[in-house]
């Protein structure tokens, strides 16, 4: 497969990919009927950000509280670090597998799949974020009258924000990244491309990971600005 | 605190044994289980001549492939070549451009995925007899600097496979039955089944029928889906080892328009190999594949994907029973 890539010439085999991206495409198993092209390329990529969005939602319903809760009583660190740490070595297609017996193929089962995938960059940053906030201040707060909530929602969030913002970040490169795998579990996405080669084409398959990562990007881009908005004025002094 | 601590460790530990312990069953290594022969009936002979050629063996990616990748492999070893194999390459896109950069040596090929996925033939237009859809196969090979082994007894084809219950319900049999039913059932197929003439699209375009949906699903699942009743319809394999161990519970509908070519297996190499090679490694892949009749390829598959034996051992007791190896 390595000799294949290096054979190619990567030039020829990205303006490929680009031609498949904007032109439907003649393909050899569809008995005349062409693929690809702007219109399939953004059907796939809206299919593709709504499931990283639904998975994203979910793993945020699941892990910000609990991690607030328990970055904010200052317990169960093993708890959030190991859940963390495990959370990455689940291989998500024996989930999809295993749940498709379960709750089948379709929506739900992805969108608990990559939420899976989520929750333990979103829990260890976010508890490690409020966790990490000077007592000192927390106390503070505290010496000021400010309610247990009050001092989470007006001292510890906003302090935490950066750190909070980096497992967000994280969370969501991986999901968008493994929602390609939706084909193998009733859901299109620009995984369609990537693993439909005797369909797409090796254009196809480029093509698709240059979107995708092109996704990946925007999302990025999209929350670092979000973070900026929402980083109190205070704290990016400091850090200038 | 202590104790829940290390209790929690002990917990993780094992998870991670089990993890490594799954990953150590699922890697593949080269076929090389194989004694030498000696020589009686239709044993395969050692040639010390061939021991001066290194052969790599390929296989596309699913079981199948990978059970007749080994049967090839050890057999070659038994005949004296010095094999590696390098199976569960992917898609026939990928087997063919590896065979061309000379990555392998040779992998199994569908004589009518051939034609239809390399040389753009319509599925209609795709020989019925296997001799047939061989030469052809074979002739355009040959002008990409490329050829074709003479084909296996058994045939494989993609096929509409659904519960028994549902056949009759419906009263099913041909493929032509779903019309007026079709619009009620919900069909599941690989993700590139839509676009495919050999798959969705042609039970669409040549059958003309509609699906009240479409599902796509990993190849793997294909008989779940239809088990827990998400899909009325599957696209199986006709050397599914289901459809003979499990015949009270799924059928396949006869495809009476031929929309899904009957594929006979071809092994693909290069000329080069071929030449470089010698005689030996023609003779001894038709020897062993002349055993591989359809009921032999399916219960071959069945100790592979419903008894979780290996392609490798189940390769290797093929050889050994057909008495190619002793």
Redesign the interface.
């Known amino acids: ?4 890539l290096l ?1 190619s010439p990567p030039l020829a085999s990205i303006g490929g990919a680009l031609e498949f991206i904007f032109t439907p495409q003649d ?5 005349g ?1 062409q ?1 690809g092209g702007f219109d399939q390329v953004v059907e796939l990529t809206l299919s593709q950000l709504e499931l990283t969005l639904l998975a994203l939602g979910l793993s945020l319903l699941v892990a910000l509280p609990i991690s607030l809760y328990l970055g904010h009583r200052g317990t169960g660190e ?1 708890f959030a670090v ?1 859940l963390g740490n ?1 959370g990455r ?1 689940i291989p998500e ?1 024996a989930l ?2 295993f749940m ?2 379960a709750i ?3 929506v739900l089962n992805l969108t608990i799949a990559l939420a899976v995938l989520g929750i333990p960059p979103i829990l260890a940053n976010t508890f490690v974020g409020i966790h990490q906030v000077d007592r000192a201040t927390v106390d503070a707060a505290r010496g000021m009258g400010m309610t247990e909530f009050e001092i989470l929602r007006k001292v510890e969030i906003p302090l935490a924000i950066p750190t909070l913002f980096a497992g967000l970040r994280g969370a969501t490169i991986a999901i968008v990244a493994t929602a390609t795998i939706a ?6 996405s620009l ?2 491309f990537i ?5 797409y ?2 254009n196809g398959v480029l093509a698709g990971a240059i979107v995708v990562a092109l996704l990946a990007l925007a999302l990025e881009f999209a929350f670092a600005a979000l973070q900026r908005l929402l980083t109190s004025p205070g704290l990016k002094l400091r850090s200038a | 605190m202590r104790t829940k ?1 290390t209790r ?1 460790w002990g917990a ?1 530990l094992l ?1 991670l044994a089990l ?1 490594l312990g799954v990953a150590a069953c699922g890697s593949d290594d080269d076929g090389s289980a194989t004694t030498e022969s000696d020589g009686g009936g239709g044993a395969i002979v050692s040639n010390p001549d061939n021991g001066k050629v290194s052969l790599t063996i390929g296989s596309k990616n699913f079981p199948e492939q990978e059970i007749l990748g080994e049967i090839y492999a050890q057999a070659l070893t038994a005949a004296g070549y010095k094999v590696k194999s390098d199976l569960n ?6 087997a063919r ?2 065979v ?4 392998i040596s040779g992998y199994p090929e569908y004589a009518s995925t051939a034609l ?5 033939k ?2 209609e237009d795709v020989p019925a007899d296997a001799q047939g859809a061989w030469e052809e196969a074979k002739t355009e090979f040959e002008k990409e600097g490329l050829t074709a082994f003479a084909p296996t007894p058994f045939a494989s084809a993609n096929a509409v496979g659904l519960t028994t219950a549902t056949a009759e319900k419906y009263d099913l049999e041909t493929v032509s039955d779903l019309e007026g039913v079709s619009e009620k059932l919900t069909l ?1 197929g690989s ?2 089944c839509p ?4 798959c969705k ?2 039970l669409e ?1 040549l059958y003309g029928l509609k699906f009240k949906d479409f ?4 190849i ?2 294909r008989y ?2 239809l088990e ?1 009743g ?1 899909a009325d319809l599957s696209i199986l394999f006709t050397t599914d080892p289901q459809l003979s161990a499990e015949k009270d519970k799924f059928v396949i509908l006869e495809d009476d328009k031929e929309v899904f070519p009957a594929g006979n297996v071809i092994f693909v190499t290069t000329q080069k190999v071929n030449e470089e090679a010698g005689p030996d490694y023609e003779e001894t892949i038709l020897q062993v594949q002349e055993g591989l009749t359809l009921e032999v390829m399916q219960e071959l598959d069945a100790r592979v994907e419903l008894e979780r034996q290996t392609p490798k051992e189940a390769a290797a007791s093929y050889l050994k029973s057909a008495g190619y190896t002793g």
């Open positions: 497969m390595i000799g294949a054979t393909s050899s198993v569809t008995g009927k693929v093993l190991v495990v070595a297609l999809i597998a498709a017996a089948g193929v379709g084909p193998l579990a009733g859901v299109e995984g369609d693993l439909g080669e005797n369909v084409g090796s | 601590t929690l993780l998870a993890t390459l992917g898609s026939e896109t990928v451009k590896a061309k950069t000379g990555e239809t996925s390399f040389f753009g319509e599925p599941y993700p590139e676009q495919r003439i050999d699209a042609g375009e599902k796509s699903v990993d793997g699942l779940t889906v827990n998400q």
